[in-house]
């Protein structure tokens, strides 16, 4: 069967765990949460204007951004919030390709990491592009370690393997890795502060709204 359009899956923490591997910023974790939150809204932002996106779903157990990142939808492009069953990445992963397959049976599904604050649209269509000529593929972060994106195609299994070493976990899956350049935006996820600081210049206006609020309240990212 040949796809016909996409529905990406967003997975948001949405809680105050959102980016724990910020903490050693001098930053509050309702900064944190509110940082994570529009790190979010600039990454579906992006896809939601991406060639060939007929919905977004985002799993998320936090009513907030739920409320927040539905707001992006149109009518001709929903963003719909699916709750998050609360048992890892993965399984909110999967939840979403679940719902996709009941509501768009024919669509190719792709989940997208939510700590893409750069993400630009062109990147994404490049990589949805790209992700169309095979079954599962993904897409690996800038160290390439982690993983940012996987696709899979209508009457393919999908099994999302992100955590530690993700990249290496879906190469060996059988997962295609797509040749997206390093300076793609859809690589650069945002975990650490060193992430911060190397992608700020390039951030979405949700993001960059949210780092000048802090400053001025006296957090520092």
Request: glycine share 8%; no cysteine; net charge negative.
């Amino acid at each position: 069967m040949r796809a016909v359009g996409w529905v990406v899956v967003v997975p948001v923490k949405g809680t105050d765990l959102s980016k724990t591997r910020l903490a050693d910023l001098p930053a509050s974790v309702e900064f944190r949460r509110r940082l994570a939150l529009a790190f979010a809204l600039d990454t579906i932002t992006a896809i939601t204007a991406a060639a060939g996106v007929v919905e977004v779903l985002v799993v998320t157990g936090d009513p907030e951004s739920a409320a927040a990142l539905a707001r992006l939808g149109t009518d001709t492009l929903p963003v719909t919030t699916v709750p998050d069953p609360g048992d890892g990445l993965n399984t909110a992963i999967l939840r979403g390709v679940a719902l996709a397959r009941t509501r768009r049976p024919a669509a190719a599904i792709a989940a997208i990491t939510a700590d893409l604050p750069s993400l630009t649209t062109v990147d994404v269509d490049d990589a949805l592009r790209l992700a169309m000529g095979h079954p599962t593929a993904f897409i690996a972060d800038a160290d390439a370690t982690g993983t940012t994106t996987v696709t899979v195609q209508p009457g393919f299994a999908l099994t999302p393997r992100f955590g530690p070493g993700s990249a290496a976990a879906h190469a060996a899956s059988g997962m295609i890795a797509l040749p997206i350049p390093l300076e793609s935006s859809i690589r650069h996820d945002v975990d650490t502060p060193t992430d911060l600081e190397a992608t700020s210049a390039t951030f979405g206006p949700h993001t960059r709204r949210t780092l000048d609020s802090g400053r001025g309240a006296g957090e520092t990212a």
